[in-house]
């Protein structure tokens, strides 16, 4: 099975930071990994697949990149609305997520 | 609007079973793979099951493989989820979610129900 894991658990940032969250892969997943946000008690809402393409409606500030086994998450100004966790999702073989990425506005 | 529904959590004892249902609307049911994802209280997401859009095949993760079972009516617009032998480990908020699916394959998945909570406790 393949494994993701996320960096960093948490991350505390102000409003306008550019902020990176990172997902690696135990093995190589090619393109394969779409990015998602969730807030307390939501579902989750997916921002980013294929890697680096954005999802329809999804702000421009979010960005991602990567392939292979490893990939970024960029949000280039933080704004207010974007608290929550994020999650990277492998879908090469079946699928999994990562463990989460907490961020909170400071 | 498109929608996802699930109902059917509930308090169970262990080794008991329970069905759960996810209620589709807004779009054609029978042209997506529909999958279920569990989060635990306070834990992260958890890939459970997936069905293909015509019900010809299933993969279910490792960690419920033999106990739980996921199906579809596409008449019924319908999604379901069975679970035997609950555990303890089972008790989470249970998801259904449409796969998105662009050009030749799915990436992701762009719509999820609220959820529905399982708590096995005796």
């Known amino acids: 099975d393949i494994q993701m894991t996320q960096s960093p658990s948490t991350l505390s940032a102000s409003v306008g930071d550019r902020v990176t969250i990172t997902c690696r892969a135990s093995?190589?997943?090619?393109?394969?990994l779409a990015w998602y946000q969730q807030k307390p008690g939501k579902a989750p809402k997916i921002l980013i697949y294929k890697a680096s393409s954005l999802e329809s409606g999804v702000p421009s500030r979010f960005s991602g990149s990567g392939s292979g086994t490893e990939f970024t998450l960029t949000i280039s100004s933080l704004q207010p609305d974007d608290f929550g966790t994020y999650y990277c999702?492998?879908?090469?073989?079946?699928?999994?997520f990562g463990q989460g990425t907490k961020v909170e506005i400071k | 609007q498109v929608q996802l529904v699930e109902s059917g959590g509930g308090v169970v004892q262990p080794g008991r079973s329970l069905r759960l249902s996810c209620a589709a609307s807004?779009?054609?049911?029978?042209?997506?793979?529909m999958h279920w994802v569990r989060q635990a209280p306070g834990r992260g997401l958890e890939w459970v099951a997936v069905?293909?859009?015509?019900?010809?095949?299933?993969i279910h993760a490792d960690s419920v493989k033999g106990r739980f079972t996921i199906s579809r009516d596409n008449s019924k617009n319908t999604l379901y989820l069975q679970m035997n032998s609950l555990r303890a480990e089972d008790t989470a908020v249970y998801s259904c979610?449409?796969?998105?699916?662009?050009?030749?394959?799915?990436?992701?998945?762009?719509?999820w129900g609220q959820g529905t909570m399982v708590t096995v406790s005796s």
């Open positions: 807004g779009f054609t049911f029978s042209s997506f793979g």
């Open positions: 093995q190589s997943i090619s393109s394969w």
């Open positions: 979610a449409r796969e998105q699916w662009l050009g030749d394959r799915g990436h992701g998945f762009d719509i």
């Open positions: 999702q492998q879908y090469n073989s079946y699928w999994a």
């Open positions: 069905i293909w859009y015509d019900g010809s095949n299933k």
